[in-house]
């Protein structure tokens, strides 16, 4: 099997960079016009932070999700490769527009020490949204959530089949 790579849409985040950059300038506008100081400052302050994520985001070149025979690895989540004999079943989960395959794993205390403190401390949220504590975020990024899907199910039934045999 041929490893596919899935990277970050570019030019969804260049249409996020530039309205990020015009809110910039709205926020300016507001203060050289002499409108209220924390409505401008708010907008540069917030739309700016969000103009240098969109950036990076538009900057960063590498896989954000590699699917090989090996298993899955989805670089945000940062636990490194899960085999696909560890997931157990997948779910599609969707919330404001946000398409997430949620992974349930065999034994997921063995990733769950890779995890970082911020997103440990978000597991019982996510749980209560539906969500599992493995989740792969396919916001922004230029692949159909229909196919991945397919794919992650279609091996993680082949590594269930040979596990039996």
Not at 2 to 11: G, I, L, P, Q, Y
Not at 43 to 60: E, K, N, T, Y
Request: with cysteine; charged share 20%; glycine share 8%.
């Amino acid at each position: 099997m041929e490893t596919v790579v899935v990277k970050n849409s570019r030019w969804q985040y260049a249409i996020l960079l530039l309205a990020s950059l015009g809110f910039v300038a709205g926020g300016a506008f507001i203060l050289a016009m002499g409108g209220p100081l924390p409505v401008g400052w708010a907008g540069i302050v917030f739309f700016g932070a969000c103009a240098l994520v969109s950036a990076w985001q538009l900057a960063d070149a590498r896989p954000r999700l590699s699917i090989s025979e090996r298993g899955i690895l989805d670089r945000t989540m940062g636990i490194g490769l899960i085999p696909w004999s560890e997931i157990e079943r997948a779910y599609v989960r969707s919330i404001a527009g946000n398409d997430f395959i949620c992974l349930v794993l065999r034994n997921p205390e063995t990733y769950t020490q890779y995890v970082s403190p911020l997103r440990r401390a978000m597991s019982s949220a996510n749980r209560a949204l539906g969500f599992t504590d493995f989740s792969i975020n396919l916001s922004g990024v230029n692949a159909r959530i229909d196919e991945v899907f397919e794919l992650v199910i279609k091996h993680a039934e082949a590594a269930k089949r040979d596990s039996i045999t």
